[in-house]
Each structure stands twice: as structure tokens, then as C-alpha cells.
């Protein structure tokens, strides 16, 4: 039913840039948001952006925003983190995660509450 598939590889020179997707299968409405978190080792897992689906608002971490642009394609359920300028700092475990809003122009990079979570990807920045 939720899938987060990930597109490119997981290790980059620091300054590259990499693409995830998160596809959204067996769920048509758009009564929910999708968040993109991360999680570094010995860190807190942190949210990195969130959409709503209702209406596309959209949100980034501080330290993230410039840098990465969360995007979707309707037409086929998907959506996408594009991550630019990336430094070590940006390494982790990235996973995009689901929660029921009601058709509401919610999303919130510090809700953890999330429902479904998807399978991480290794994203690592590194020269």
C-alpha cells in the first residue's frame, strides 16, 4: 500500500546532489501529508519537509531549505526530495513517511505522529 523507493545512489561527493521518491499506492485521496525525515547515527531522527496533498503546502527543516525542494507527480502517486549542495551533515537514514489529515492544508516537519512509514534509504555524503 506505501513505498518509498529511492532513485539514484545513496553516496555522494559533498556538494552533489540526489533524488528520492516515495510512491503512494492504494490510496487515491488527498487527505494526507507526506513528510521526508532523516535520521543520522547517534542522532534524532528529525523531519527534513513535508506536503500537503490537498493543496501541495509545503515545509523544510532550516537547515535544509535552498537546498532540497519536495515535489510530487500526481499522476502517479509520487513524491520526490530533491536534494542539492549536499553536505556530510545531510547524511543518514532518509525515509518518507504518511499521516491522514482530512483533506486539510496540513504538514509539519516536527510531527513525528506519522502512520505509515516507509522503508529508509542510506543517503551519504562523503568525499
Known amino acids: 500500500r506505501f513505498s518509498c523507493r529511492r532513485l539514484g545512489g545513496g553516496l555522494v561527493q559533498p556538494g552533489g546532489s540526489l533524488n528520492l521518491s516515495c510512491v503512494i499506492s492504494g490510496h487515491n485521496k488527498d487527505d494526507y501529508f507526506i513528510g521526508w525525515f532523516r535520521q543520522a547515527p547517534r542522532k534524532q531522527r528529525e523531519g527534513v519537509s513535508c506536503m500537503a496533498s490537498s493543496d501541495g503546502t509545503s515545509h523544510y527543516l532550516s537547515s535544509v531549505r535552498g537546498r532540497f525542494i519536495i515535489s510530487r507527480d500526481k499522476a502517479v502517486n509520487t513524491y520526490y526530495l530533491q536534494m542539492k549542495n549536499l553536505t556530510p551533515d545531510d547524511s543518514g537514514w532518509y525515509y518518507c513517511?504518511?499521516?491522514?489529515?482530512?483533506?486539510?492544508?496540513?504538514?509539519?516537519?516536527?510531527?513525528?505522529?506519522?502512520?505509515?512509514w516507509g522503508k529508509g534509504t542510506l543517503v551519504t555524503v562523503s568525499s
Open positions: 513517511a504518511w499521516v491522514y489529515t482530512g483533506g486539510t492544508s496540513w504538514c509539519d516537519v516536527t510531527y513525528f505522529g506519522m502512520t505509515v
